[in-house]
Structures are given as structure tokens and as C-alpha cells.
């Protein structure tokens, strides 16, 4: 039960229902999440190139020849590469920082790995590096960094919008985002 | 219950100076409040995907902030934003959590410090809009050993009992002040005397001042922190290595 626990959401109550549940009903089920557990530990590690998790020495995205190698996008955490992936609206690579700068909890540039970064973004293929890391303040100080390290190497590198929300009435956009939306608006293009 | 709940409500200006993930989908937020001072806040659900509260729950902005109970982490209510300054950009960010830093580690809890506040809102503005920082910073620093007790002596020397002299050398004593050394004295930290009197005045146009007054500011932090190292600090260093 305690070993269930470390699992996020699961509580002392949820714990010892799915033990019994396990122990009682359903021992096949206990043996299959066993191994599935086992055999994830021992072959899951992170991808050499973009730093998310991959059974192989390259993930699926990296060792595709489909992906366009000049755009590189790097973002905070692997269900973040996800959400990228599912917009279907980017097809370069991916760097997964698995982390933010908190100067608060003690994550600096080591702790993310900003150096792997510099070396996979300096490697000659890529063009341009777009950051998609959150709009918080630890998200933006991770941009401004990265956008200072790579811009003096002669890197190109975007941060993506940010905004009223895709078919957002200004109605019921929060004033955060609408003052900031303001702040950052750009020229009604005449394309 | 719901009298007592009446009773032990309140609402206040405040920052979040950090938050912290607790249980689940609830977050714990420092804050610093106008008339509370500062304060810990659980925020139940917070981090749920269509909390009212995500997004808004963020450092560097003033909010208006509405809790209840009694213990030592009252329940966040409400948060709304108050607005009327951007947000912080590039390395004011840095600036920025070095002040909550310091707030965090020098601040008491639960005691109002409202001048200080003040002058905190004036930097996150300050931080907002200029591009040159350190005054801001220096500012601050002065603003917040006063409040907690550790009034700089800058304008008389503490051994001979006489005014500062803007033409003189002075080393500084974390416990007591300025004192003259020579010129040509070997180890220690030297100012100019004309830099305690421009702090003391808080102008710092002049690049010397705002050097040496960075150095001296950093030596009398350290030793209220008992020289226990800050973190902003240390990854500022490290961002400035890259």
C-alpha cells in the first residue's frame, strides 16, 4: 500500500482499495503491472538528442527523416512536446528542458540542462529556435535565457504568443491576458 | 462555523512572493500583504486545469487577495488582479524573485511592514518600466534592513565620531558603521566617502556608487543571513557564465 502511494493522486483510502483489489480479484492484472513497471524502468532513459523519455538511443520525432531539422522548439516537459504535437502545426524537432529556471527553488541553467541545449542548438542543423515555455514569470526568465545564449551565436530564435484565446470574446478573457495582450499588440497586417 | 468564518475573513493588497505545489491540485502561496505582512496561504484547487485562480496567482503583480482562518496557513478565498503594471520582462524577472528571495528569508512573518509595501510596489513599477536596475535594487535593500531593524549608519564614521568626509576612504562594520581607513590600507572592503553619503541620499547616478554600493549592500545581506547563501543570487551567477 505505502508503495502505491507515491503515485500522484493516490491517497492512504485509494491505496489499500487498489491493493486489495489487486491481491483479491484481479492477480494476472498485479503480475502485468509488475513487469510493465520493471521493463519500463529498465529500457525507458531520455532521448540523446532532444532529452525526452525513449526506449531507443533516439526517440520516434528525432530519428524521423519526415521532421524538418532547421526548426528546433523547446519546451518545459514531455505532455507539453505533446500538446505541440497534437496541434499538428509544427513539424521541426522538439528539446525537452524537463524543468523551468526557479531561482526560488534552487533551478538554475545546470539543473535544465541550458548547457545540452547550447550544444543541440549550435550543432549546425538548426535555424531557428522557437521557445515554448509557459507564460509564467519561471517560463519567461527560461525564455529571456535561452534567447540571450543562442542570439549571440547567431541563432534565430522566437518566442511564441501569447493572447486572447483562439475565438476568446474580450468579455470573458481575464485582465491579465487582455492588459498584456494590449501591451504586445502588433500592426493589423495588410496580407 | 460560518460565523466564525465571517469573523476571522479578511481582504488585502498583497503579492505572491512564491507558491508551492501541496496535496494534489492545491498550491501553498507566500504572500506579502499591505496590513498582514507576510503570510502563508493554502489555495485549494488551484492547480486544477480551470481553476479561477491559475494564471492569476503569480509573482510581481498586485492582487487583491481575500482569506480566512486562524492558524499559520489561512484559506485563500479569492485572488483578483489589480493591474496597472506590466508584467516583468527578461532579466527583471531575475530581479525581481532576487527581492521575494530576500522578503522570504529576512521578513518576519506576520507583521505588517506597510512603508515597506510601498516601497516594494514602487519597485516591482520601477522593475516594470526602466532599464537600468540596480538603483532599484540598492533602493530597496536600504528600505528593507530598515525595516527590520538594522538602520544604516551613513553619514557620521563610527570611530572617530565625526561626519562622513566625501573625499576620504571608509571600510564599513556590518554591526556598527563606517570607519576611515587609509587609502592605501590592504585588505577589506573600500568606499569612498562620497558614495555612503550619495546612498544615504539614495541617488545613485554616479557608476562608482552604484558599484561600491552594490558590494556594500551584498556584505551587510550576507551578514543578516548569517551567511547563508541566496539562491537568486547564485543563479544569476550562473546565468551570466552561459
Given at each position: 500500500m505505502d508503495a502505491l502511494r507515491c503515485m500522484p493522486g493516490v491517497g492512504p483510502k485509494a491505496a489499500q482499495r487498489a491493493a486489495f483489489h489487486l491481491l483479491q480479484y484481479d492477480r494476472p492484472g498485479a503480475q502485468r503491472l509488475a513487469s510493465a513497471l520493471g521493463r519500463a524502468l529498465q529500457t525507458i532513459r531520455r532521448c540523446a538528442r532532444c532529452n525526452s523519455f525513449t526506449?531507443?538511443?533516439?526517440?520516434a520525432l528525432c530519428a524521423s527523416?519526415?521532421?524538418?531539422?532547421?526548426l528546433l522548439c523547446v519546451v518545459e516537459t514531455p505532455a507539453d512536446l505533446l500538446m505541440l504535437e497534437q496541434t499538428l502545426a509544427y513539424n521541426g524537432l522538439y528539446f525537452v528542458l524537463m524543468g523551468r529556471l526557479s531561482p526560488l527553488d534552487g533551478i538554475g541553467p545546470r539543473e535544465i540542462g541550458l548547457d545540452v541545449l547550447l550544444e543541440r542548438a549550435t550543432d549546425g542543423a538548426a535555424r531557428e529556435v522557437i521557445v515554448a515555455t509557459n507564460f509564467t514569470n519561471e517560463g519567461e526568465a527560461t525564455a529571456h535565457y535561452i534567447g540571450e545564449m543562442l542570439r549571440g551565436r547567431g541563432i534565430k530564435v522566437s518566442r511564441i504568443a501569447r493572447g486572447i484565446?483562439?475565438?476568446?470574446?474580450l468579455e470573458y478573457v481575464d485582465t491579465g491576458t487582455l492588459a498584456q495582450a494590449l501591451v504586445e499588440r502588433r500592426p493589423v497586417s495588410n496580407a | 462555523m460560518s460565523e466564525r468564518r465571517a469573523r476571522d475573513r479578511a481582504v488585502d493588497e498583497g503579492y505572491v512572493l512564491h507558491t508551492y505545489p501541496y496535496r494534489e491540485t492545491s498550491l501553498l502561496v507566500e504572500i506579502y500583504a499591505r496590513g498582514a505582512g507576510r503570510m502563508t496561504l493554502v489555495a485549494r484547487g488551484a492547480r486544477r486545469p480551470r481553476s479561477a485562480m491559475r494564471g492569476v496567482l503569480i509573482a510581481f503583480q498586485p492582487l487583491q487577495l481575500s482569506w480566512y482562518g486562524s492558524g499559520e496557513v489561512r484559506t485563500l478565498i479569492r485572488a483578483e488582479w489589480i493591474g496597472g503594471q506590466p508584467l516583468l520582462q527578461g532579466a527583471a524577472l531575475l530581479c525581481g524573485f532576487y527581492l521575494n528571495e530576500l522578503l522570504l528569508r529576512l521578513l518576519p512573518r506576520e507583521d505588517p511592514h506597510e512603508k515597506l509595501f510601498d516601497r516594494y510596489g514602487e519597485a516591482m513599477r520601477g522593475l516594470a518600466s526602466e532599464a537600468v536596475t540596480g538603483p532599484i535594487l540598492r533602493s530597496f535593500e536600504k528600505s528593507l534592513l530598515r525595516e527590520i531593524g538594522?538602520?544604516?549608519?551613513?553619514?557620521?564614521?563610527?570611530?572617530?565620531?565625526c561626519g562622513i568626509d566625501p573625499a576620504k576612504t571608509y571600510t564599513y562594520d556590518p554591526e556598527k558603521g563606517p570607519l576611515e581607513v587609509s587609502a592605501?590600507?590592504?585588505?577589506g572592503m573600500k568606499l569612498a566617502g562620497q558614495t555612503l553619503l550619495d546612498i544615504a541620499r539614495d541617488d545613485f547616478s554616479s557608476a562608482v556608487t552604484q558599484q561600491q554600493a552594490k558590494l556594500l549592500m551584498r556584505l551587510l545581506i550576507n551578514h543578516r543571513l548569517e551567511y547563508q547563501p541566496l539562491k537568486s543570487r547564485r543563479i544569476f551567477q550562473e546565468l551570466m557564465e552561459l
Open positions: 526506449e531507443e538511443e533516439l526517440c527523416a519526415k521532421r524538418d531539422p532547421s484565446p483562439v475565438g476568446g470574446e | 538594522y538602520a544604516m549608519v551613513l553619514e557620521r564614521d563610527v570611530a572617530g565620531d592605501v590600507a590592504s585588505a
